[in-house]
């Protein structure tokens, strides 16, 4: 799915309308309605997986997944930057488990019109093979069972983002996305997709993107589950990318097709977080239609099922590592410097590169009501009684602002916090120290801002907390 920019992709319905006459030319392959997990090849290593297990009407797994809500991420492009117009929620309406190995999100319509459905985004976004590796992501999904003037609109997808993404916003293509699974319409058919480069135009033709399409393999898209695979292997040279159905490879792009800046800003960063979701309407629908979706006529309550997603990675040895490093058995080691950009929630802030030494980014864009969760913080059996930050700030005379540390939730007393204003510009950092509350155990750490005035008043790079 085209992610973040307001330019609309747009979509031939001619293109569609010929994969359809394609249908008859496979087989009938029979699947079943739930599977495991796939054994891990022989030469591959398991990465990350979730196999959707769990009582029927719960949450997918909240240490795997962030649920996206609303029409946009805070700060980012409207409707989600593609046009789709439905509100996603955490409802169970719209999104849980099926009681039988699957995960359902499930576009919904109310009594007034308004549509709504689910959006999933796993925490991790560091998924890139190692150097000499091939990164393997799959997943085992049915797409929503409707088709003719009753699909008008469903665009379910199974898909990948640069992590630089997350608290920015307005980067993509460059940062990179893989749609390893789109569909629209109802029709028979898988797209896979890779957005880089620029957007209008650029090395990946935006904001189409270079993709291709097919039927799938025997049964319909609609009608039974099927498996879509990304591949992206640094075992070759020039590097690859691959797009597979049922093992059929139907999309490929390699390194040679791209110049050096291009392919660096969307493999070089950290990695890629996956994304599961319905969306109603938007660019692309529209496009193959040749008209505005839904219409009176799409049915709501169709359900896209997913069985499971893996990531495996070839060779043995290391694979990638969470995105909150250090660990410990509790968590994430709260006496560790903690970077800002690795949390794992945020509201109305962005990521930026920072000039700090070391490098990387710190998170900016901060202003009061903004705030930034980690979770699994241990703060072991000695009391923690210091807080330190790493902030900059570059706000006009007069405004300034609190940071506040709170625990397990947003709204609770604060057990610390400092006040900052103008240190000389938005990259001209300080580290400020602040007590807190003796804290022990394992908690979910929440950075707070509040101020007075409603412009951004602080950047912040890192944290850690210490004894004294």
Known sequence: ?????????????????ALVTLTGLFTHVAVSASAAVPTTPSGWSLVWSDDFNGASGSAPSSANWIVDTGHSYPGGPANWGTGEIQNYTANSANLGLDGSGNLRITPQRSSSGEWTSARIETRRGDFKPADGRILRIEGRVQMPNVTGDA???????????GSPY?????????????????????LNSVWAVLHCGVNPGGPCNETNGLGASRACPGSTCQSAFHTYRFEWDRSVSPNQLRWYVDGQQFHSVNQSQFDAATWNNMTGHAGYFLLLN????????????????PTAATVPGRSMLVDYVAVWQSGTGSTPTPTITPTVPGG?????????????????????TTTDSGGGQNVGGISGGDWLRYDGVDFGTVAARQFKARVASGAAGGVSGLVQVRLDSPTATPIGDFAVGNTGGWQSWRTIPANISGVTG????????????PADFVNVNWFTFSTS
């Not at 997350?166 to 319409?185: C, K, L, Q, S």
């Not at 319905?278 to 979706?293: E, I, K, Q, S």
Request: charged share 15%; aromatic share 14%.
């Open 1 to 17: 799915m085209t992610a973040g920019n307001p330019t609309r992709r747009r979509r031939l319905a001619a293109v569609a309308a």
């Open 166 to 186: 997350r608290g920015n916003y307005w980067n993509w293509p460059a940062i990179g996305e893989f749609d390893i699974m789109e569909n629209v319409n109802g």
């Open 278 to 293: 319905v969306a109603m309407g938007g660019a692309f629908p529209n496009g193959v239609a040749g008209f505005g979706t």
């Open 151 to 161: 699909a008008l609109g469903y665009w379910p997808a199974f898909w990948a983002l």
């Open 332 to 352: 994430v080691d709260a006496r560790s410097t903690i970077q800002a950009e690795r949390y794992q929630a945020q509201s109305g802030t962005m990521v930026e």
């Open 442 to 453: 394992t908690h979910t750490v929440y950075l707070t801002f509040s101020s007075g005035q």
